[in-house]
């Protein structure tokens, strides 16, 4: 795969490159195997940039793994709303509980005991073993497979698991024993600021000379990639029901992708269906009947492989309230902001909370 020139020079100029442009991480200093367990997780589908606030919050707050592991479901949750992927934080929280039970409390410096953890994979375990404790094992991002698929003129599509598993054994064998944490953070960095996704900036690259896109010019086509699905585009529609300046807000338990989060109820508007026939149902799911809807604000975003516009209509109760209960909550603004929430709602209650001050 490499030539014996190539596996000298590559891990000699990245570390060189590194050296002299590493992005300051707060883990550098101390790179303390429960912390990088945190913000590796963090990074999974999330740009540094985005991450570094969150980490230090949560860090702040959950200090070691067993304060992790003691704190309730809800606190995790609310630590971690406005990074998304929410099962993530679940799946962090599930493991730091394991740890302390079956670990003692010490983040396992071992790669098959991490993979056995919830929520862990090659990249999250390789990069705690990597960076934490100085092990030589691979820890490939986005940035990582981009990289050595454009190093390698990888003609293979990059998401299916046998390209992961030949570049994975391709990073392995350049992967210097010595310093496997600064490599690895090193295919980070360059993917992040030189081998960008688009226009990667090859004439300031250190590893230039030794990549096959470059010289064939075909960095802009490379890596492979599945063909891009087109989101569906669907209606949701969120009742914001009013009710002695206090709204009614429930917790959602269907086990799917913002299981836990606290949101104003929501339902898909269905073919045909008014936005005020979807906003009664909306309200009919926790038992309110409503009046009085006006529409606060129309969020967009993008959540699977479905383009969504949320309609959020506040409306006042027509009828005596329903009783709360540990999944609905009348709650006052103040409250509604100390609830964990999915970005979308984050963002409508943003709304709300601008339109009360003006
Ligand atoms: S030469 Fe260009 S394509 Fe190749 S690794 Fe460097 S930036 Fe990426």
């Known amino acids: 795969m490499w030539t014996p020139e190539q596996i ?7 570390l060189e490159w590194y050296q002299a442009n590493a992005r300051p991480m707060p883990w550098q200093e101390n790179p303390d195997p429960y912390h990088l367990l945190v913000a590796a997780t963090m990074l999974q589908q999330t740009q540094v940039e985005t991450v570094l606030p969150y980490l230090e919050r949560f860090l702040q707050r959950f200090p070691t793994i067993r304060d992790l592991a003691e704190a309730g479901e809800e606190e995790v949750l609310r630590y971690w709303a406005g990074l998304g992927y929410y099962n993530r934080a679940r799946n962090l929280h599930r493991a730091a509980q394991q740890i302390s039970r079956r670990h003692n409390g010490s983040v396992p410096c071992r790669v098959d005991a991490l993979r056995q953890l919830p929520g862990i994979g090659e990249y999250t375990a390789g990069a705690v073993v990597s960076i934490a404790c100085g092990k030589p094992e691979p820890a490939l991002d986005s940035n990582g497979y981009r990289i050595l698929a454009r190093l390698l003129a990888f003609e293979e599509d990059i998401t299916l698991s046998s390209s992961r598993r030949q570049l994975q054994e391709a990073c392995r064998q350049i992967l210097p024993e010595h310093a496997p ?3 690895n953070q090193a295919l980070m960095d360059l993917g992040a600021m030189v081998c960008t996704v688009r226009e990667p900036r090859c004439l300031v690259c250190p590893l230039a000379e030794q990549c096959l896109a470059f010289q064939q010019g075909r960095q802009a086509s490379l890596p492979v990639l599945p063909p891009r699905q087109v989101g569906e585009k669907v209606q949701d529609v969120c009742a914001i029901i009013e009710h002695h300046r206090r709204w009614l807000m429930r917790k959602r338990t269907d086990g799917r992708l913002w299981h836990g989060l606290w949101e104003f109820p929501r339902v898909r508007m269905e073919e045909g269906e008014t936005l005020e026939q979807a906003v009664r149902r909306a309200a009919s799911t926790v038992g309110a009947q409503i009046d009085g809807c006006e529409t606060v604000a129309v969020i967009r975003h993008g959540v699977m492989h479905y383009s969504v516009t949320l ?15 540990d999944t609905l909550r009348w709650v006052s603004p103040k409250e509604a902001q100390r609830l964990p929430l999915s970005s979308p709602m984050r963002r409508v209650l943003g709304k709300l909370m601008q339109k009360r001050e003006k």
Request: hydrophobic share 35%; with cysteine; net charge positive.
């Open 311 to 325: 309609h959020a209509v506040r409306c006042h109760l027509r009828e005596h309230p329903p009783e709360g209960s």
């Open 181 to 183: 944490g600064a490599f």
């Open 8 to 14: 000298r020079a590559i891990p000699q100029l990245l």
